[in-house]
């Protein structure tokens, strides 16, 4: 699952817009439509700048991490 559904599921679930995403986490309402559309590659910085409000943490494993799914 690519990143920018994540966000947006997790938005959707907690029945937040964006606006208040953009908001809550510093980041415009621009860049938070271009992730979740999947045009933007944001930064480590700004992605946990958008997960935290959202109760999300960014996760990096090792590709041959059994639990790890292509």
Avoid: F, H
């Amino acid at each position: 699952m690519e990143i920018g559904s994540v966000i947006r599921s997790r938005r959707q679930s907690l029945r937040s817009t964006q606006n208040a995403l953009a908001e809550l986490s510093g980041v415009s309402v621009r860049m938070i439509k271009a992730i979740e559309g999947g045009y933007a590659n944001p930064s480590v910085k700004t992605l946990t700048k958008i997960l935290n409000p959202l109760g999300l943490k960014l996760v990096i494993t090792d590709k041959d991490d059994e639990n790890v799914k292509d």
